[in-house]
Every structure is written in structure tokens, then in C-alpha cells.
């Protein structure tokens, strides 16, 4: 049986399963279909022609965890879904998070509040995207990767499957490390290899390239190769692999 | 409240939990058990003898990423899943999937279109099996691994917890790229140790080894041990530990 | 629609979201809080002041896979959650877990049986503990880190996120294997970097720190930092970072 609260604002051709769940002051887009059991949390906003699968959970309110050191209580915007999105199955995504046109977010993937996902990227299944984080356009991160709170990824960025990004050199000690949390900076185009590790804070600089399983322990150079733990310069990213010789990349 | 289409087959013996949906033109067969909130889409067809957990959905059309690469549209067969088949909670199979008798699903895992999955495997909490992937006998795939698209899977082999597997060496540039894209290819019984990575293509020979924490860049040997990033040789694989004398093997 | 079955007992200022499934004999305290789609399994208990979010799945009961090396079929205690828990969406709790007062479980997490956390433990979005693990109090284990089955872990550990723990040095060959299933000895204070990977039954001694990337094959000792694959030693833990200097630490 569905619950529809009645302030919410449903548009034109509005296609939805069974189970669903609309609290109140929602607002839906044209053209939106809704998978069974969804749940959408108060004054969460959804554009036109977005889908939504099975089971998934949107503008969920943050909890803080007595002992979290990043998430403090305040109020947050609503969760804010543009258009043209698709969202898979078995997500989360949180209020005061902001997604783009024409993202797309697969099965099982979590996003926090505090994030803002640029146009046309893509988020793996099993992705975990941190509070207080930004991504550009045309990012893909892939299955499993995870995002730790306070990161940049700028627009093409690519980031492969059961990546670690990380935030905090001194794992939780000290008062003072919280003056120095601070997730990677992904400068555009930057590639980052299956099952790598990035350390707090450390900037990858653009077309930089980071192979397979390393450990990435400082900044890199543009157009570099990078490979190993602790990852070290292993020649240049070839001519034909840069981003601007890309026939999807666009100024 | 239950939602069961008229169109459906359900055999003797059916037990389930509150919120069923089941779609149009579901065949299911005797003695099956759902838990809550269970989601089967249409045409799904599930054999004797199964169980299926809470919060499930299974039979699910892949949606296409705008810029996905591997992902194409087109009519997919119904998810079949055969018989004694157990399936954990939070799970998504999708439409285009074959699951063979006695499989094992652990909790929140994926598996996409194209997938078959041979008898008595074992697919662990968290995994990933992406699309176009054949998965062998009395495998066993351990918590959170991710099996990439196009791996190939031979009976007996061991995936250990959280093991990368990738597709594309070129991570995402150059359209000539996707002539090669090409995941793993596992042989009878070998084995991956935990966190390990598996470069594209790369072939793991029968009976080899990779121990944990590995980033394997070449093709191995059979019966070798492998160790290190990039993986190198160590030694032989145990006697006791071949697969041949291992009294669960079947020739 | 809400079922609750009438033998349970539910405290005073309960609330609850649309969906909510209560089977049998299930306890609920005062000021307990409920998402949608909650799925709580018969004999469950739950202490006043909690939180649980949408789409969760308490006391679940174990399936056996048939070719399960460490999950046996026997009667398990109801799962019982103490006071001030909170629980993400998404996340499934078995029966014969014990989770301790203010404990914080994140989305889309599993916690198998025979698991016991202590206090004011955090575990992380997405991260599995399996069965027959020991987790003390104050204990961080962060997103998607993975604990296995046999772990033992004491108070104020610190694991991040993304790593992998180990209990079976054959990877599933020889009988004789089963004899020597264990995971890792976690010792009060010490910490784990993101993506480690750490093998089986080894000791991380007191306030001893693995590097980010590492792959630890040998018991460590106190107030170490240990970093590499193999991890090997590289210095000692700042004064100022040892547990014993931590104003949040009780003795």
C-alpha cells in the first residue's frame, strides 16, 4: 500500500511500484518513475524524468555518532535530484546532498549530505561518497570505490573500482588533527587505478595517471604515470590517453 | 499488504513474509520461501527448493549510464534461478542472470545481466558480479570481492574477501580501448588471496596461488605460488593444498 | 501497512514509519524511533532510545551455505540491542549478535551472529563483521572494512577504511585447515590504515600503527608503526598519539 503525503507536488505522468512512501513537502518532476518499496524523506525535490529503483532510501537525515569527529548537527538544505537522473537499487542518498543532470548513481551506493555531483557523472554500485565532499562533470567512480569526507574531484576525473580515499594522517589521535582533516584533491582528468590508496590531503594533479594498487604518499606531477607503494613516477601518460585528445571531453 | 499478479505461477508450499510483490508472468516452484519486503519483477522464474531473504529484488532490467561504456540496451532473457538456491538479504539479481541449483547468495550483493553461475557457488556478503561474466562450479567468492565484466570463472576456483578484478587498461581513454577490454580469466581451481588486484586479461593458471595483498600484472604458472606487487613468483603450491587431492573434489 | 504481531511488547512514545514488519515476540523499549520498511524478526530486543533507520533487517537468521567452512546450524540467543544504538538504512543484523549501549552502526552494513560489540563502538557504512568476533568499546572500524569471521578486537582500536582481515592460511584447501581458522588479534589502542590487509590469527599489539596499504604477516610490536608489504617496522608512535595521551581515553 502506498503512503502519499498530501502537501507533497507530484507532476504529469508520475509512474511508481507498490510500497511507496512520500513524506510530506516533496516535490516530483514530470516524467519520474519510482521503483517498489522507495522511500522519500520530507522536502526532498526531484526533477523531471529522473528514475528511481527498488528500495531506495532518499533525504535521509544524518545521525551523528556520538564519537564522529566530522558530522556535526545542524539543519541541512533538502535533497536536491535535477533531471534525467537514474538511481539504482538499494541506495541512500542524504538530504542536503545535490545531484545533477543526468547522473547516474547504481544499486547499493551511499551518498552523504554536504556533496554536490556535477552533470553526467556516474557512481558505481557500492560507492560510498563522504560528507563534504565535490565532484565535477563527467566523473566516474567506480564499483566499491570510497570517497572520504572533505575530498575534490574535479570534472573527468576517473576512479576505479575499490579505491580508498582517506582524511586523517593521525587515525583518529591528538585534538589538533582535527585543524588537518582533509580528504585528496583530484585535479581534472586524473585517473586513479583499481584497489589504490590515496593519503590525506594529497593533490593529484591533472591527466595524472596512478596505476593498479598503489599507495599514493605525495602530490603527483601533470600527465605522469605514477605505480607502486609508495607510488613513484613511472613515465609519461601517453599522447593519445591525455584527456584533450578525447573525442567526449569538451572545453 | 501483499501485491501477487493474477498472471503469476506460484507452486505448493509457498511461504512468505508482508509486502510481497510479485510482477506479471513469475513462475515460481514448490516448497520456495520469501522473507519481507521481497521484490520479483516479471517474468522472473525461480525453482524448488529456494530461499530468499528480506528486502530482495530480483529480476531487475539494468538501466544504461548515458556514458557507460560496456552497458548496452537490448531484450534480456528472464532471471532464472534454479533449484535449492539460497539468496541473503538486501541482494539485487537482475534480469539477463542464470543461477544454478545450490547456489549461495550472502547479504547486499549485486549481480548484473549476462551472468551465469555455475552449482553449489558461493557468492559472499558485498560482492559485485558485473555483467558478462561466467562463474563455474563449487566456486567460491568471498565478502566484498568485485568480479569485473567479461571475467571468465572456472569451477573450483577461490576469491578471497575483498580481491579487485579490472577490465580496462586504458582506464577510460581512447576509443580504441573498448576492442580490448577483457577482465580476468581464472582456470580450475585457482585461488586470490585477500585485497589482492588482478590487471585486465591477465590468465591465472590452474592450481596457482596468489597470496594476499598481490597486484598481479602477468599471466601465472600453474601450481606456482605468487606474491608481491607486481606479483613474482615464491614457490610451489603445496602438494596437500592441490586441488586434485582435495577430498570435496570431483573430477 | 504496518504488521505488528500482538505478543510483542513495545514501550512507551514509540514511532514508527509506514511498512513495519514485528514478528513474534519481539521486545521494543521506550523512545525507540523506527524508519520505514523495518523488518524486525521474531525474539528480537531493543533497549529505550533507540534509533533505527529505513529498510533495515534485524535479527536475521543464518542460512548455511552447504559448503560453509565456519557457519554451524544450532539455536542462537534473539538478538539484543541495548540502549541509545543507532542503525543506518539498509543494514542487516542477525540473531545471536549483542549490541552494546550507544553503539552507532551505519547504511548498509552487516553484523552476523555471535558477534558482540561493545559500548560506543562506530561501525562504518557498508563494513561486515562476521561471525564469532569479539569488538570492545570505543572501537572505530570504518567504511567497508572488512572483519572476519574468529577476529578478536579490544577496546579503542581503530580500523580504516577498506581493510581486509584474514582467518584461513589455506584459502579452502586440506581438512586439517579448520583446526587453525583464526583472524586477527586486534590489542587495545592499536590502529589499522586504510586498505590494509591483515593475515590470518597475527597479533597487532597495543597502540602499534599499520600504514596506510599495508600487508601485515607478522605479529607486531607495542607502540610501533609498521608500513609496507611485508609491513616491516618503521619507527615509533608519537608520544602525543599514544592512547594513554588521549583526553577521551578512560583507563
Redesign the interface.
Known amino acids: 500500500?502506498n503512503?502519499i503525503s498530501k502537501n507533497s507536488i507530484i507532476g504529469d505522468n508520475f509512474f511508481h511500484?507498490?510500497?511507496l512512501?512520500i513524506e510530506d513537502n516533496v516535490k516530483i518532476g514530470k516524467n519520474v518513475s519510482l521503483?517498489?518499496?522507495v522511500?522519500i524523506k520530507k522536502d526532498t525535490i526531484i526533477g523531471d524524468n529522473c528514475?528511481i529503483?527498488?528500495?531506495v532510501?532518499l533525504g535521509?537525515e544524518p545521525?551523528k555518532?556520538?564519537?564522529?569527529a566530522v558530522t556535526e548537527k545542524r539543519e541541512l538544505t533538502p535533497l536536491k535530484i535535477d533531471k534525467l537522473v537514474?538511481i539504482?537499487?538499494?541506495t541512500?542518498i542524504y538530504r542536503g546532498a545535490e545531484i545533477s543532470d543526468?547522473v547516474?548513481v547504481a544499486?547499493?551506493a551511499?551518498i552523504r549530505e554536504d556533496v554536490k555531483i556535477g552533470i553526467?557523472t556516474?557512481i558505481g554500485?557500492?560507492v560510498?561518497i563522504?560528507n563534504k565532499t565535490s565532484i565535477g562533470n563527467?566523473v566516474?567512480i567506480e564499483?566499491?570505490a570510497?570517497i572520504?569526507a572533505l575530498s575534490e574531484i574535479e570534472d573527468y576525473c576517473?576512479i576505479?573500482?575499490?579505491v580508498?580515499?582517506?582524511n586523517d594522517n593521525?587515525?583518529?589521535?591528538?585534538?589538533e588533527r582535527k585543524k588537518y582533516f582533509k580528504g585528496p584533491i583530484l585535479k581534472k582528468g586524473c585517473?586513479i587505478?583499481?584497489?589504490s590508496?590515496l593519503?590525506p590531503g594529497i593533490i593529484i594533479e591533472e591527466d595524472s595517471?596512478i596505476a593498479?594498487?598503489s599507495?599514493v604518499t605525495k602530490n603527483t606531477k601533470k600527465r605522469k604515470i605514477y605505480l607502486?607503494?609508495p607510488a613513484k613516477i613511472f613515465g609519461d601518460v601517453p599522447e593519445?590517453?591525455?584527456?584533450e585528445n578525447?573525442?567526449?571531453y569538451k572545453k
Open positions: 500500500m503512503y511500484g507498490e510500497n512512501i521503483g517498489h518499496n522511500v528514475i529503483s527498488d528500495n532510501v535521509k545521525f555518532a556520538s564519537n564522529s537514474t539504482g537499487a538499494l541512500v543526468e547516474f544499486d547499493l551511499s553526467k556516474i554500485k557500492g560510498t563522504e563527467f566516474k564499483t566499491e570510497y572520504t576517473f576505479a573500482p575499490e580508498t580515499f582517506t593521525y587515525l583518529g589521535r591528538t585534538e585517473r587505478g583499481a584497489n590508496t593519503l595517471l593498479a594498487g599507495v607502486g607503494s593519445e590517453q591525455l584527456l578525447q573525442n567526449y
